[in-house]
């Protein structure tokens, strides 16, 4: 198993992943230097020369690209899915200006192209095993089955609940005895933003 990275290993490592996956070709020894303000090129040679004793990379010291990411793969099956970090009022409420980035996922986990990542904030819905800091994939829809997870908006608030139908009404059941549920008047600014396809968790916020 590789032996763990020192923090500045990681960066260099996650770097040298970003690149590549960006560029197709690795970053010089003198770019990865002005990267990380780092004025030595014998500093990061030792840097890259303690990623590959440690098995993350194979490099060819003679060379000012010659770094190979093990293991790693530059897959055609791949698809950025856009971030959002908030919503806006009234329609649409998925704006460009609002996507905090994107998370490159298989395709084969994906059941169309218009799917989107929201973050969950909260414990609303940890009977249905979501929970606070999840990542949830949505599937745009304009309607749900009862008893479907979805993402809706209530104003310019995002919400995740169990939809249900009473009395000709849509009411928004959490999943925590703790909360109440949303029963959506015929006048408020309310839309479903879709299904919820998909629950992803990390076991770590790690940072860049």
């Known amino acids: 198993m590789p032996e763990q990275l ?6 260099v490592y996650h770097f040298l992943l970003d690149f590549l996956s960006e560029h197709t070709y690795q970053p010089s020894i003198r ?7 780092i004025k030595s090129t014998k500093t990061v040679s030792e840097i890259l020369q303690s990623l590959a004793n440690k098995g993350y990379i194979e490099r060819d010291p003679s060379r000012s690209r010659g770094v190979r990411l093990k293991g790693f793969e530059i897959s055609r ?5 856009p971030y959002y970090g ?35 904030k909260g414990d609303s819905m940890i009977g249905r ?9 949505v599937l745009p829809a304009p309607r749900a089955d009862d008893g479907a997870i979805v993402a809706a908006r209530l104003g310019d608030e995002a919400t995740v609940k169990t939809i249900t139908y009473r009395d000709g009404g849509v009411v928004l059941v959490p999943a925590n005895p703790a909360d109440r549920e949303i029963a959506v008047g015929p006048d408020e600014d309310f839309s479903l933003l879709g299904t919820v396809c998909g629950v992803f968790r990390p ?3 790690v940072s860049q």
């Open 203 to 205: 076991f770590s916020e």
């Open 6 to 11: 020192t923090s500045t290993e990681r960066k």
């Open 77 to 81: 099956r791949t698809q950025p899915v």
């Open 129 to 137: 095993g979501i929970h606070d800091g999840d990542y949830i994939l």
């Open 86 to 120: 908030k919503i806006a009022a009234g329609e649409p409420a998925l704006l460009p200006e609002n996507q905090e980035g994107f998370i490159t996922m298989d395709r084969r986990f994906l059941p169309r192209e218009d799917v989107f990542f929201m973050r969950i």
């Open 31 to 37: 770019e990865i230097g002005r990267t990380f303000e």
